[in-house]
């Protein structure tokens, strides 16, 4: 097995997953919104948010920690084998207990759409089988990354071969839902190649909870702005806000996947250069990522915010004109959260700093849950999208100032104020292009984009060329090959 995994090859699988995710939601999204409607699509993600939080539950924090510690251990087979043990035993606990929580859930407290929570119930029960920390930590992306392209192509053929009506959005959450479970399932079957089971005592394997817990407070508050919006708007407002919610989040996030796989690439890397002590080229990591992130993050935020007023009612159909404002809200998050996720994927969590960690998210959670409370009564969609965008900032600056002197900071402003630059004129430009031109056509639209791509990558190209980035010379050298 190779004991040096390319960061290259990882992240290409990994992109080459996230590029998947962003062309299928092109094809599929706004068919099922012609089809299953705002107030289905509502349905849908309402029913979907809470059943992600059984999912939390059951898993706890063991996807991070678990990746950060197999990858600790991975050249060292019976720690490994030992380690994977103890940290399975309790996920498998803590996602049957999830699993049966759920259940009790739908048939106690769920009255409407009760089908639907119940199809969600495959997802939940995917936990069990849900090991991609595993792979992760051992860097080995390309069998997480083909099943899951697998799953998704298969998914959204179904879509189209049974999606027909709103009275079919059973059969879109089953296509889904049952879908994650499958996914879980076949990457289980390749566990033996990897490890093989360990005996641990209880004792053993509940000392990780302490671990993992600590782990799971940040996730189940980040869930706080990330899901329980969805959640809030649904209890505050009205299920067809949840939809126009979910199209603008579905599209950020989706967009977001290109910043995020770097991330998870990262983090195991990360992790054993800290195990190793080789902290020098740990910072030298951060610094070629933040550059790499800010150079994607400032194109899709002001990208976005540039093309909503077109592309929303082109792409999700005229119901779903609300997403506009919501959509620009949430795009201006995209460089908060693509700044924080460097952070805290290729600092806080290799090298243990999981207090800084927890508090800010803890922070940013409280933060959103107070402006949710007092906007989304009077502003809906919007005032949510408010609210996580102030929640975003306040954890980045929270994470930021915490690691100010550890993480050189100053660099890190210095290697990302080109691309805020360059996304400001590029967005100047497009505005100018849409004002002379005056037209709301699709036409305009490619036309604005073009002209704003071709601005940004020119000047980032230009930029990369006369810093000499290493990364940029690295792709020249290997086309002119």
């Known amino acids: 097995m190779d004991n ?19 062309i299928l939601p092109l094809i599929t999204a706004p068919y099922l919104s012609r089809v299953v409607g705002a107030e289905g699509t509502g349905i849908y993600s309402y029913t979907y948010s809470i059943a992600q939080y059984f999912v939390y539950f059951a898993m706890l924090g063991i996807s991070n920690y678990g990746n950060r510690s197999i990858a600790k251990v991975r050249d060292n087979i019976a720690q490994r084998n030992y380690t994977f043990s103890s940290i399975y035993q309790l996920q498998i606990l803590t996602s049957l207990i999830a699993f049966v929580a759920y259940l009790l859930y739908c048939f106690i407290l769920v009255h409407e759409n009760r089908n639907i929570s119940l199809l969600q119930g495959f997802f939940v029960l995917s936990a069990v089988f849900d090991i991609s920390w595993l792979f992760w930590g051992m860097e080995n992306f390309k069998v997480t990354v083909t099943r899951q392209m697998l799953v998704k192509i298969c998914s959204a053929i179904c879509i189209f071969l049974f999606i027909k009506s709103p009275l079919d959005l059973w059969k879109y959450t089953t296509i889904l839902s049952f879908g994650v479970l499958i996914s879980q399932i076949y990457l289980f079957a390749n566990i033996k190649s990897y490890v093989t089971f360990s005996p641990v005592s209880i004792k053993e394997y509940l000392s990780n909870f302490k671990a993992v817990l600590i782990l799971f407070i940040p996730i189940i508050a980040t869930s706080i702005y990330r899901v ?15 939809g126009y919610y979910e199209n603008a989040d579905k599209l950020i996030t989706t967009c977001l996947g290109v910043v995020g796989s770097l991330g998870a690439v990262m983090l195991p890397k990360m992790s054993n250069l800290v195990a190793n002590g080789e902290i020098k080229k740990q910072k030298e990591y951060l610094l070629k990522s933040i550059e790499i992130t800010m150079f994607v993050a400032f194109a899709i935020s002001f990208g976005i915010y540039s093309i909503a007023d077109i592309f929303i009612p082109f792409f999700y159909g005229n119901e779903f004109s609300s997403s506009i404002t919501i959509t620009k809200l949430l795009a201006i998050s995209v460089p908060f959260i693509s700044w924080a996720n460097v952070v805290r994927m290729q600092y806080l969590i290799p090298n243990e700093k999981d207090k800084i960690y927890v508090s800010s998210i803890v922070i940013g959670a409280v933060s959103n849950v107070i402006i949710n409370f007092l906007l989304i009564p009077r502003y809906h969609a919007n005032g949510a999208a408010i609210g996580t965008l102030c929640a975003e900032a306040i954890v980045m600056l929270i994470q930021t100032i915490a690691s100010y002197k550890q993480l050189e900071i100053t660099k890190f402003i210095s290697k990302s104020v080109p691309f805020l630059i360059n996304g400001m004129f590029m967005l100047l430009l497009i505005r100018f292009v849409s004002s002379v031109i005056d037209d709301n056509t699709v036409y305009a639209m490619l036309l604005e984009i073009a002209i704003g791509a ?6 980032s190209i230009f930029y990369f060329y006369r810093t000499k980035n290493e990364i940029f010379l690295s792709f020249i050298s290997r086309l002119k090959k």
């Open 454 to 459: 071709v601005w940004y990558l020119g000047f």
């Open 4 to 22: 040096k995994p390319s960061i290259r090859k990882n992240y290409m699988y990994s992109m080459a997953y996230q590029v998947l995710i962003m």
């Open 228 to 242: 329980m919006d969805k959640v809030m708007i649904g209890a505050l407002s009205n299920m067809t806000e949840v």
